[in-house]
T-cell receptor
Framework: SQTIHQWPATLVQPVGSPLSLECTVEGTSNPNLYWYRQAAGRGLQLLFYSVGIGQISSEVPQNLSASRPQDRQFILSSKKLLLSDSGFYLC?????????????FGPGTRLLVL | QKEVEQDPGPLSVPEGAIVSLNCTYSNSAFQYFMWYRQYSRKGPELLMYTYSSGNKEDGRFTAQVDKSSKYISLFIRDSQPSDSATYLCAHSVINDYKLSFGAGTTVTVRA
């Protein structure tokens, strides 16, 4: 079966500090990968998605970036965090075959920027 | 206009009641329709997905799609306190991996 991991679970960072959140998927090959942000009481905002190694599409212009150095690894980064970057960050994967639209989410990382 | 509008709630129902959750959408190209359940401080969990108009059942859960009126619903029968969560509807567009999500409806089932 497939498993998706995210770490850290919780992070408190000062404004202007860098950020690196990691997501890995087990039990599948060539998944489509996604980064979302969920603000308190609000819906899911798609930040980035990737259909393969090194292929990143950005949905929202911001000071965040994403990378996919390996098939099942997806990293969200920032060089300098802003207060507005606080939120709940979710990684998701969907299969490359079958019903590609079904996305499965990780446990999330709660980020607080102070 | 948002692509997906979801009844905002919150909903509070007694244990054993039927929970009815609703979303409307504007893009006729929407293909798959999903319902996710999200417990507090957890990632969303895929509950059900469906493609065609009509009903799809899975245990106590029924997903209903009406493509003619662009309306989707989720019904939870015999609701339990463990059903207390935020429910998100989502839709995909043909030949596009991305999903459009509703803002979510928070449900509380009172014991």
């Amino acid at each position: 079966s497939q498993t998706i991991h995210q770490w850290p679970a919780t992070l408190v960072q000062p404004v202007g500090s860098p950020l690196s959140l990691e997501c890995t998927v087990e039990g599948t090959s060539n998944p489509n990968l996604y980064w979302y942000r969920q603000a308190a009481g609000r819906g899911l905002q798609l930040l980035f998605y990737s259909v393969g190694i090194g292929q990143i599409s950005s949905e929202v212009p911001q000071n965040l970036s994403a990378s996919r150095p390996q098939d099942r690894q997806f990293i969200l980064s920032s060089k300098k965090l802003l207060l507005s970057d606080s939120g709940f960050y979710l990684c998701a994967w969907s299969p490359d075959s079958g019903i590609k639209e079904t996305q499965y989410f990780g446990p999330g990382t709660r980020l607080l920027v102070l | 206009q948002k692509e997906v509008e979801q009844d905002p709630g919150p909903l509070s129902v007694p244990e054993g009641a039927i929970v009815s959750l609703n979303c409307t959408y504007s893009n006729s190209a929407f293909q798959y329709f999903m319902w996710y359940r999200q417990y507090s401080r957890k990632g969303p969990e895929l509950l059900m997905y469906t493609y065609s108009s009509g009903n799809k059942e899975d245990g106590r859960f029924t997903a209903q799609v009406d493509k003619s009126s662009k309306y989707i619903s989720l019904f939870i029968r015999d609701s339990q306190p463990s059903d207390s969560a935020t429910y998100l509807c989502a839709h995909s567009v043909i030949n596009d991996y991305k999903l459009s999500f509703g803002a979510g409806t928070t449900v509380t089932v009172r014991a």
